[in-house]
């Protein structure tokens, strides 16, 4: 029979414990290193930039459609304007989704709004502008949106000075009707935004890579960790069973949504929220009958 030990475990998973056999201490060890801790929290389905299957990305009319359709979650992207604005919008140029050129950081607000951010996927949205973030908050704000906003931090790319620090000023100046949370690939924007706002939870979004995904494990200021789908589906069971949340992205088909749903996995980014919606209300009556 295994001798019973006093552990103090110094990774973070427990402290000044009782006793415990040292084959549950080796288990838990194991669970710990590979992220192992089962959850059973309800998959959030987050619409991705809004509703971009049949919405522009990113702009009003994308977040107005994913509201109607009651999404759990709203997924965008911040960048700095030259004046400091923060402006939802996912590349750092204006190229792909708007009707001019060239780097978000290198235009004014009022510039950026000059060009058409609805015309380039389809005419009908005419008129669609590149949205400051302010905007977007009215704009849930005035539909009641009640869910979890996903505010990325563009800054993998370009360390936009003070983006932190502007952010969450506008975040804190008032009590929203939703939550939110912030996520960025960028370990040390998020390191500063947990002494900026510790409160607020704050989400690691990864590649299909074990040494990211770890370092996001053991991170303290890390709540929850936002990896590639690819690294989920290859991983079933240490997704499943993660000691923080995870929400994957981006699934679009209705085969990789059920098995978000199955893998019980906090929440996922996808571009067509209706459907994911209605998949989602299909798995949970059939757990109940």
């Known amino acids: 029979m295994l001798e019973e030990k006093r ?14 056999k040292f084959t549950e201490f080796l288990l838990q060890l194991f669970k710990h290193e590979v992220g192992l801790i089962k959850s059973d929290s309800e998959t959030l389905i987050f619409a991705h930039r809004g509703s971009k299957c049949n919405r522009p990305e990113n702009t009003l009319a994308a977040f107005e459609e994913a509201v109607q359709v009651a999404s759990d979650g709203i997924e965008l992207d911040v960048h700095l304007s030259k004046d400091q604005e923060l402006m939802v919008i996912h590349d750092e140029t204006i190229d792909r989704t708007t009707t001019g050129n060239g780097r978000v950081r290198d235009f004014t607000r009022r510039e950026l709004q000059a060009f058409d951010a609805g015309v380039t996927f389809d005419g009908h949205f005419k008129g669609q502008r590149i949205p400051t ?39 804190t100046s008032q009590k929203w009707v939703f939550s939110y949370i912030y996520c960025s690939f ?7 935004m947990s002494e900026i706002e510790p409160e607020t939870e704050l989400c690691y979004l990864t590649f299909d890579n074990d040494a990211e995904i770890q370092r996001g494990l053991r991170a303290d200021f890390i709540g929850a960790i936002h990896p590639k789908k690819t690294f ?9 069973h993660a000691i923080k949340p995870l929400r994957t992205w981006t699934l679009n088909t209705e085969a990789e949504m059920r098995e978000a749903f199955k893998l019980q ?23 109940i009958d």
Not at 139 to 156: A, M, P, Q, S, Y
């Open 7 to 20: 552990l103090e475990f110094r990774g973070g998973l427990w402290e000044n414990r009782h006793s415990m």
């Open 133 to 171: 973030l302010t905007e977007v908050l009215k704009l849930l704000t005035r539909l009641n949106f009640t869910g979890v906003l996903n505010i990325e931090i563009k800054t993998d790319k370009y360390n936009y000075p003070e983006i932190e620090k502007i952010l969450s000023v506008l975040m």
């Open 186 to 192: 960028n370990f040390e924007t998020l390191r500063r």
């Open 232 to 240: 989920v589906f290859k991983h079933r069971i240490r997704s499943r």
């Open 265 to 287: 996995l906090a929440g996922f980014m996808t571009d067509f929220p209706e459907l994911a919606l209605k998949i989602k209300r299909t798995y949970l009556k059939s757990q």
